[in-house]
Each structure stands twice: as structure tokens, then as C-alpha cells.
């Protein structure tokens, strides 16, 4: 299948204002953009965030690492894969590797790409990029940063596809990976 993920129509810049830049979480600006039929959207908001990664961890018994934490955004503790942000300098792969060892000590096993996500592509620029970790084992503690409070959870993939099913993972960018590797590879 060719790539259907290209430019056309594709809005020209001419001119970018930076109203917010608190890194590198909260940077917003404001754009004006001409359309391709020359009509002029002078109020064009764009969230900048670095790029993400997420791991769907499987052991060397065939369970999946978990993890919950509580995310204020949402008010709720949830389950989670491991994740985390793409740091300067390092590639999606080496950032994945970094945070499964952070958050949950877990190390090794054979590393594939799984997917790429964009997390919200109307108002965001950053991509989400999902990797499988399978044959992965403890070989540390947690190094988790100060405002992280993360529980480590081993489970059956049966018990990952009844969360997905009844909608008890909730962060999207999370259930595509999952859902993508549960459910085609029955």
C-alpha cells in the first residue's frame, strides 16, 4: 500500500507567536496560516510537546508489565503501559528502553517497533511511538522521578484484553498499541 500520510493541502505559515513556553510541557502558539484555496485563519492554536514513547513489556512467562499511577488531568489512578518522554539526543528506542528500566526495572528481551500515534494532530505536533519488548526481566529497582508514584503490575494478556474490553484503560494512545498487538495476534 502506497502512503497515504502526505502533504497535500497543506496550509502555508506566515506567521508564528509564541504565547506561552513553559518546557517542556506547555508551549502554545499562535499561528496564521493561508489555506490552499488562499482563505487566511488568522487565529491557529498549536500546542508544542516533545515526542513520547510507550512499550507493551512482555516477560519471559508470557505476562505483560502494568503499571497505575494517578493522573491529575483525569482525577483518576489508571492502568498504564510504561511511557515516558523522549529526552534530547536520544532516539525513540533508546528513550524505551530508558523509561521500562526507570519505571519498572525491568530490562532486555527483544525490542520491535510496534506503531506511531499522533497524539492529537489538529492542534499538536508531537508523535507517540509504541514498541514490544518480549522476553523482558526484573534486573533493578525503580528509578522513578520526584513527582512519579508508580505501582508495577504483572498480568495475563486475558487480564490486559478484559481491561480493554470493559474500557478500563483509557489513555488512547496506550489501548491502539494494545488492542493492535492483543487482537491480530490471536
Keep these: 500500500m502506497e502512503n497515504t500520510i502526505n502533504e497535500d493541502g497543506k496550509w502555508e ?23 490552499p484555496d488562499g482563505r487566511i485563519n488568522d487565529h491557529y492554536y498549536v500546542l508544542e510537546y516533545p515526542d513520547w514513547v510507550n512499550i507493551i513489556a512482555v516477560t519471559e512467562d508470557g505476562d505483560i508489565i502494568l503499571e497505575r499511577q494517578y493522573r491529575h488531568g483525569l482525577g483518576n489512578t489508571c492502568y498504564e503501559l510504561p511511557c515516558g518522554v523522549i529526552e534530547k539526543g536520544e532516539t525513540p528506542l533508546e528513550a524505551a528502553k530508558r523509561e521500562l528500566l526507570e519505571e519498572t526495572g525491568y530490562a532486555g528481551g527483544e525490542w520491535s517497533h510496534l506503531m506511531d500515534l499522533a497524539p492529537n494532530p489538529a492542534t499538536s505536533n508531537n508523535l507517540a511511538h509504541s514498541f514490544l519488548a518480549v522476553g ?8 522513578l522521578d520526584p513527582t512519579e508514584d508508580i505501582t508495577v503490575y504483572k498480568k495475563s ?22 488492542q493492535k498487538y492483543l487482537f491480530t495476534s490471536l
Design 13 to 35: 505559515v506566515l506567521q508564528s507567536e509564541y504565547l506561552l513556553k513553559k518546557a517542556p510541557w506547555l508551549t502554545a502558539r499562535k499561528d496564521v496560516c493561508r489555506l
Design 157 to 178: 494478556p486475558d487480564f490486559v484484553r478484559t481491561l480493554l474490553e470493559k474500557n478500563q484503560i483509557l489513555q488512547a494512545l496506550m489501548v491502539a498499541p494494545l
Design 136 to 143: 523482558v526481566k526484573k534486573v533493578a529497582g525503580q528509578n
